[in-house]
């Protein structure tokens, strides 16, 4: 079992640019959820998928910030037109999406934004 | 909002010793689990629980759902040990909330 695979590990952006994380759970795992961590702010809940269905993406900032599961392969976090405020490690998790249950972290993808 | 409140935010300790991390919460939550940071950046999962005491091997931790805490206790401390320690609690649903970290300093 390879855990949680997040790509890039690294990425660095220009301001105005976009970028896309990818995240594939654990295989046979249900629900997918994606956090942000930031010194500031801490580690922070994004959004969150069961069965590639969005269940719940009250964390996204409201302008530029959009996730997908097209399959249940992967999940995708795209940010559009990138700001320097962006930068941060993102977190993607998944689980069995039995109710309340472990959630296996992926190492993040640093994303740093000049 | 549900609030978890993480102390102590550093910890020094030194090889052999031991201490406690606690994580306090504002309500009633169903489960708990703690993470170590890795040096490479990654959560790596400690303990989850939903209600008393897990131990793996100098590691403790237990879950007070009714008195609203969870603690992480470790003895016999080592340098690998070193590290920012999370705890996250949800009330039942999928969402977590995660206590602001402890960074642990473990020195000879």
């Known amino acids: 079992n390879a855990g949680v695979i997040q790509t890039p590990r690294h990425k660095v952006t220009g301001k105005g640019q976009e970028a896309t994380l990818w995240c594939e759970p654990i295989?046979?795992?249900?629900?997918v959820f994606w956090y942000r961590q930031t010194i500031v702010q801490g580690l922070e809940f994004l959004t969150y998928?069961?069965?590639?269905?969005?269940?719940?993406d009250s964390g996204m900032p409201k302008e530029r910030f959009s996730a997908q599961m097209p399959n249940q392969s992967h999940s995708t976090l795209k940010i559009q037109s990138t700001q320097p405020q962006d930068s941060a490690v993102y977190l993607c998790?998944?689980?069995?999406?039995?109710?309340?249950?472990?959630?296996?972290f992926g190492p993040g993808t640093r994303l740093l934004v000049l | 909002g549900d609030q978890v409140e993480q102390s102590p935010s550093a910890l020094s300790l030194h090889e052999g010793t031991g201490s406690a991390l606690r994580c306090n919460f504002t309500?009633?939550?169903?489960?708990v689990q703690w993470f170590r940071k890795n040096s490479r950046g990654s959560l790596i999962n400690l303990f989850y629980?939903?209600?008393g005491t897990k131990e793996n091997g100098r590691l403790k931790s237990a879950f007070d759902s009714k008195e609203r805490y969870s603690t992480l206790h470790i003895r016999d401390a080592q340098l690998e040990d070193s590290g920012t320690y999370f705890c996250?609690?949800?009330?039942?649903?999928?969402?977590?909330?995660f206590g602001s970290g402890t960074r642990l300093l473990v020195s000879p």
């Open positions: 309500t009633t939550m169903r489960a």
């Open positions: 998790a998944s689980s069995s999406g039995l109710g309340v249950d472990t959630q296996y």
């Open positions: 996250a609690a949800g009330t039942g649903g999928y969402k977590v909330v």
């Open positions: 295989s046979g795992h249900s629900a």
């Open positions: 998928f069961r069965n590639q269905a969005p269940i719940d």
């Open positions: 629980l939903a209600s």
